[in-house]
């Protein structure tokens, strides 16, 4: 059971960001002519790798074939000094995109989870998160016009003079939530989602709405997708989600009721499950939420609270 609450998957700040060097187009320019300087190649929100399953990576300078050819390259950080950027080869056709990258395959970074060091499985996400915002990014919301990438990738702005709108990555936060039931014996709310295979069952949680804290997100989608009144929240770590844009923040919360009313739209069923009815499912081979998941990690700090 992933209980680590410092590292959740596609978190841990491997990378030194330089947010203050990468607004110096000399200091970027300076990176990409270093021989040390590394290259992620991606394509497509894929990851593109080895026969071994390694994501490639490629020297700035031994590469520039690949610079050339990329529609996008971003400054995704320092690694011990060295600097790392991703390209984008979404431009091109996958058989190329493998072919300049020298790669053997375009996976999802997600299925690479377990095989890959967290601080690549890190890295890996976040390329795919800022290349996704830069290719959905290319026109101004204001005036139509094009956009252009600076910072070292981490901001656009629109290229028409008289407008000049500054665009910034995107991110959609969504709360996760462990509900507690009230009273004894301890159990916790968990659903079936519409969609999800017959007995998958996992936390409830939802998109954060324009005009709401977290919190006002938790009590209303507790209220409208389960029907349960929720008090004493308690915020219980975070996980960066890029794919594409999403930052889960989680919670744990007490409800006010024991009575469940799911909606019907999102979730099909929901009801209570206690330590051991979880536990017997673990031990019979269903495993609590995918591996990578702050789902996972919720249910698992709390089956290690009843310890
Ligand atoms: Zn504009």
Do not use: K
């Not at 290319?138 to 629109?158: E, I, N, Q």
């Amino acid at each position: 059971m992933h209980t680590d609450e410092r590292i959740l998957a596609y978190g841990g700040g491997w990378l030194d960001r330089a947010g203050a060097r990468r607004t110096d187009p000399g200091w970027i320019a300076a990176r990409l002519a270093d021989r040390e300087t590394v290259l992620l190649p991606l394509w497509r929100d894929h990851c593109l790798v080895s026969a071994e399953r390694t994501p490639v990576r490629r020297g700035a300078v031994e590469a520039a074939g690949l610079l050339a050819a990329a529609d996008e390259t971003v400054f995704l950080g320092l690694d011990g000094g060295v600097a790392v950027f991703a390209v984008d080869l979404s431009g091109r056709s996958e058989q190329e995109a493998l072919e300049l990258a020298g790669a053997a395959e375009a996976v999802n970074v997600r299925s690479l989870v377990g095989g890959l060091g967290p601080a690549e499985a890190a890295v890996q996400a976040y390329a795919r998160g800022l290349l996704h915002w830069h290719r959905g990014q290319r026109y101004c919301g204001s005036c139509g016009a094009v956009t252009v990438g600076r910072d070292g990738g981490h901001t656009r702005s629109c290229a028409d003079a008289g407008c000049a709108r500054l665009f910034f990555p995107r991110i959609e936060p969504a709360i996760i939530v462990l509900v507690e039931a009230p009273g004894a014996p301890d159990r916790c709310l968990l659903a079936r989602h519409r969609g999800a295979p017959e007995g998958s069952w996992s936390t409830l949680a939802g998109f954060v709405e324009v005009g709401e804290s977290l919190e006002d997100a938790v009590r209303r989608e507790m209220a409208e997708e389960a029907g349960v009144t929720v008090v004493d929240l308690a915020y219980q770590g975070s996980q960066a989600w890029p794919f594409p844009a999403g930052l889960m923040v989680g919670f744990r919360a007490t409800a006010a009721a024991e009575e469940v009313r799911v909606d019907g739209e999102e979730l099909v069923e929901a009801r209570w499950f206690t330590r051991e009815e979880l536990r017997a499912r673990s031990a019979a081979g269903r495993p609590l939420g995918r591996i990578d998941s702050i789902d996972r990690h919720l249910l698992g700090t709390w089956l290690t609270a009843g310890d």
